[in-house]
């Protein structure tokens, strides 16, 4: 079985910090990438961040200088840190792993359940 399991949301003020972790099972046998989507309210999901099996990055422009992505491979978990937040980065953050399962060479996406983050102003 398949699990996503994250960690790390909550309240914040402006300009305060957070870290989110994401744990995933070992049910997803070959991983190509971890990140981050997030959700705000009335809106579409998008990536806030995102890193590859080979170490590369990728940042939403809103979040880049302020998050940073990173992984454990070996505890196959990612975490983000979120400095300087604003309350427009108020959104349900979801964790996203992408790789293979069971005897399919497909590569599948696998999502968290979400956790919340909200900034007040």
């Known amino acids: 079985q398949v699990q996503l399991v994250e960690s790390g949301g909550g309240l914040v003020q402006a300009g305060g910090s957070l870290r989110l972790s994401c744990t995933a099972s070992a049910g997803i046998f070959s991983i190509n990438s971890m990140g981050w989507y997030r959700q705000a309210p009335g809106e579409q999901r998008e990536l806030a961040a995102r890193?590859?099996?080979?170490?590369?990055?990728n940042y939403a422009d809103s979040v880049k200088g302020r998050f940073t992505i990173s992984r454990d491979i070996a505890k196959r978990t990612v975490y983000l840190q979120m400095n300087s937040l604003k309350p427009e980065d108020t959104a349900v953050y979801y964790c996203n792993v992408v790789g293979t399962y069971g005897y399919s060479a497909a590569l599948q996406h696998f999502w968290g359940q979400g956790t919340q983050v909200t900034v007040s102003s």
């Open positions: 890193v590859s099996n080979g170490g590369t990055t």
